[in-house]
């Protein structure tokens, strides 16, 4: 069964940093595209950052360009989210997702991701 596993949550003041860890349970996570989504309460879902595991494609929503970090070890099939110079804009819930194939490239869209973990609250205070 596929089952991404999220952990690393927390509360940071605003200029802090966190990193959100994905445990690929259950499935060989290199065929799969695999990311972050984030919801804050009233807020539709965004896509923050995707990457195609198997190599060759990463995206950054605008609002977090050159803040946050996806990465990988594919030794621990364990995806990550670096996340630096936090604002308060980037309190929501997080939430691992995972599709296999190729990333479709764009802006991503929610309900094209078939596997969501459970979630981890990331709360950013001024």
């Known amino acids: 069964q596929v089952q991404p596993v999220e952990s690393g949550g927390g509360s940071v003041q605003a200029g802090g940093s966190l990193r959100l860890s994905c445990a690929a349970s259950g499935y060989t996570y290199r065929n799969y595209c695999m990311g972050w989504f984030r919801q804050a309460p009233g807020m539709e879902r965004e896509g923050v950052a995707v990457?195609?595991?198997?190599?060759?494609?990463?995206y950054y929503a605008d609002s977090v360009k050159g803040r946050f970090t996806i990465s990988k070890d594919n030794a621990k099939n364990t995806l990550y989210l670096q996340m630096n110079s936090l604002k308060p804009e980037d309190t929501a819930m997080y939430h691992c997702v995972a599709t296999f194939g190729y990333c479709s490239g764009g802006v991503p869209v929610a309900k094209d991701f078939g596997y969501w973990g459970q979630g981890t609250q990331v709360t950013v205070s001024s």
């Open positions: 990457v195609y595991v198997g190599g060759g494609y990463t």
